[in-house]
């Protein structure tokens, strides 16, 4: 039995007294334990090692008590796992030195037996799940298939994806094919990483936001959807999409558990969209938290007055940039856990 499962009643829309919190990207660049793991190993290394990501993924934990831990991966070992190289390039991002193109790229793309070579991810979510000792569950997450197409059809980090736009419109059969790829993997993915222990999946849909509501519906929700199914009820799903608040009506009658929002709509819109029952999560601005410790207590009281106590997971619309203060993350968890009405 999990001793604080405060995440995991708000994902089963209980009543609650106060929201659980935790926060995207939270194993990372603003913790200067992790900065003393990254002096020595490269970031998929990082990844790659169980001892490494189950130590990185329990940091935030130690210090700042969140009521979750996030496993600390990424999301383009998917990727790598479907023999598409990326390699992750310190001061730019993510590099797919060979992104898929072309029907012939596509021949080479395949979907692996995910057992044997994300076997390190499985070994992680385990040592993770030990380290944590019961305190608090683990979320397991992956991208969503339209993000991870994103990377590794335009090859790198980009403003607009106009490559990945591109090979959508001008060669609409051939992306069916790959996003149908990487949709098959990720389901193999989520549910080892399910029977491994995750206690909840997150779905990335980092830049599902670029697509018309349209394309939304043609590139994007549908590979989802089938994820979503293929996953609930084996464990709670929460999907954040960023940017597609468009197809918020729609998600909410998917069978995720939780739907997350980026900090461009309020609580009201949100709840217009997607109803009372379903939990929110979000949806502070990453910026916010340049902000002094007091106005960042104050704004996530008004967020939790907003949207909770019940059936809101407080979090931030994106993940935590690398330059904020410790004691602004402190803060901000400190405010959430002696909330009071
Ligand atoms: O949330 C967590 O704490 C778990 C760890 C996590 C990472 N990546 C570690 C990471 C998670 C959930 C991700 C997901 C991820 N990876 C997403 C979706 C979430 C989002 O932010 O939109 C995306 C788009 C990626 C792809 C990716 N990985 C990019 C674009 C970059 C480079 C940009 C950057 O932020 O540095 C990464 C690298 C990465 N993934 C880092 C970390 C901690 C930083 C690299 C480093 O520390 O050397």
Not at 35 to 54: G, H, N, V, W
Not at 76 to 94: S, T
Not at 312 to 341: M, Q
């Amino acid at each position: 039995m999990i001793k604080n499962d405060l995440f995991l009643q708000a994902l089963a829309g209980s009543t609650l007294v106060r929201p659980p919190v935790w926060i995207m990207r939270q194993a990372g660049r603003y913790l200067p334990e992790y900065m003393k793991i990254r002096e020595q190993y490269d970031f998929f290394t990082r990844c790659r090692t169980p001892e490494l990501a189950s130590e990185i993924s329990v940091q935030p934990i130690r210090r700042f008590h969140m009521d979750a831990a996030i496993l600390f991966s990424d999301i383009l070992v998917v990727p790598q796992a479907m023999n598409i190289a990326v390699e992750m390039k310190p001061g730019v991002g993510p590099v797919v030195p060979d992104p898929i193109r072309s029907l012939k790229d596509l021949q080479n793309v395949v979907v692996p037996d995910v057992q044997k070579e994300l076997d390190y991810v499985f070994q992680a979510v385990q040592m993770t799940k030990e380290k944590l000792q019961d305190e608090v569950p683990l979320i397991g997450f992956a991208g969503s298939p339209w993000t991870i197409f994103c990377y590794v059809v335009q090859g790198k980090g980009s403003k607009n994806f106009e490559k990945a736009k591109a090979f959508c419109f001008a060669k609409p059969q051939e992306a069916h094919q790959l996003l149908e790829k990487i949709t098959q993997t990720t389901i193999l993915y989520l549910q080892e990483k399910i029977k491994a222990g995750v206690d909840a999946v997150q779905l990335f849909d980092s830049w599902g936001g670029l697509l018309s509501p349209q394309d939304y519906a043609l590139f994007s929700w549908p590979y989802l959807q089938k994820i979503i199914s293929a996953l609930a009820p084996a464990a709670p799903v929460i999907l954040f999409a960023k940017g597609a608040w468009y197809a918020l009506e729609e998600m909410t009658s998917s069978g995720v558990s939780a739907l997350g929002l980026d900090w461009t709509l309020t609580a009201q819109k949100a709840r217009q969209y997607c109803g009372e029952k379903i939990t929110l999560q979000g949806n502070m601005d990453p910026s916010r938290l340049y902000s002094s410790p007091a106005v960042i207590q104050k704004e996530v009281r008004e967020m939790i007055r907003s949207f909770g106590p019940s059936h809101y997971i407080v979090n931030l619309g994106h993940g935590i940039l690398p330059d904020i203060p410790l004691a602004h993350v402190e803060a901000f968890v400190e405010a959430v856990k002696t909330y009071t009405e």
